[in-house]
């Protein structure tokens, strides 16, 4: 019986490895070891910085946010607890595309959180 020696996989493995460094400088994207390194480490940024996004997606909306409530007379998190008193149910990205999109519809909604939160006082 022929001996196996998995010679097609490791072309396969190895030209994945290849295509996934490409835009790597030199050696990086030349060396089938250094490639290998380089696309491991790409893979695990990628990993990782898909999770980040989204933190850094929040601290942007919150700040649009906070901007345009000082614009209003209230703070971030004066608005925030008069909406939730209000129940008002509308989640930040919605509320940040508002207040750069809509300022009117944004004035209306502070309106409503200010009064909530006034009531409460």
Do not use: C
Request: aromatic share 6%; glycine share 6%; net charge positive.
């Amino acid at each position: 019986m022929p001996r196996v020696k998995n010679g097609v996989a490791h072309h396969a493995r190895k030209k994945k490895i290849m295509e996934a460094a490409k835009g790597a400088r030199g050696g990086r994207s030349k060396l089938y070891k250094a490639a290998k390194e380089t696309a491991e480490r790409a893979m695990r940024y990628a990993y990782r910085d898909r999770r980040k996004k989204k933190g850094e997606f929040r601290a942007l909306w919150i700040t649009r946010i906070n901007a345009a409530a000082r614009t209003q007379g209230m703070s971030y998190s004066r608005l925030m607890a008069g909406l939730r008193k209000a129940g008002v149910d509308i989640n930040r990205k919605v509320l940040a595309d508002l207040a750069v999109h809509d300022i009117d519809a944004f004035a209306k909604i502070a309106e409503m959180a200010k009064s909530a939160d006034r009531q409460e006082t």
